[in-house]
């Protein structure tokens, strides 16, 4: 079993910035895949990126060339910087680790952005 906890969000002006952070506790497993996806109210939740082992990165369209995602394999820690960020970035922010078929969730932070 493998938890992921995740830190950073809060409110922020539309324009700012925040990093989310998500470290998973066991260490000494390499996780296939970590991300990040997010929720907003009233509708499902999406993908925002995903970065592989191998380091395979991939983004959604709405966050392309504002959003970075990183990971720090030894820590088995995955970072997302928000930048520029939009109302519409308002949500959920939950992290992923995928170790084989098996996707483990964190518990959520919530991102709000006013304007």
């Known amino acids: 079993q493998v938890a992921l906890v995740e830190s950073g969000g809060g409110l922020v002006q539309a324009g700012g910035s925040l990093r989310l952070s998500c470290a998973a506790s066991a260490t000494w497993i390499s996780l296939n895949a970590m991300g990040w996806y997010r929720q907003a109210p009233g509708k499902q939740r999406e993908l925002v990126a995903t970065?592989?082992?191998?380091?395979?990165?991939s983004y959604a369209d709405s966050v392309l060339g504002r959003f970075t995602i990183s990971r720090d394999n030894a820590k088995n820690t995955v970072y997302l910087q928000m930048n520029s960020l939009k109302l519409e970035d308002t949500g959920v922010y939950y992290c992923?680790?995928?170790?084989?078929?098996?996707?483990?969730w964190g518990q959520g932070t919530q991102v709000t952005v006013s304007s």
């Open positions: 970065h592989t082992l191998d380091g395979r990165i």
């Open positions: 992923n680790g995928r170790l084989g078929i098996v996707d483990y």
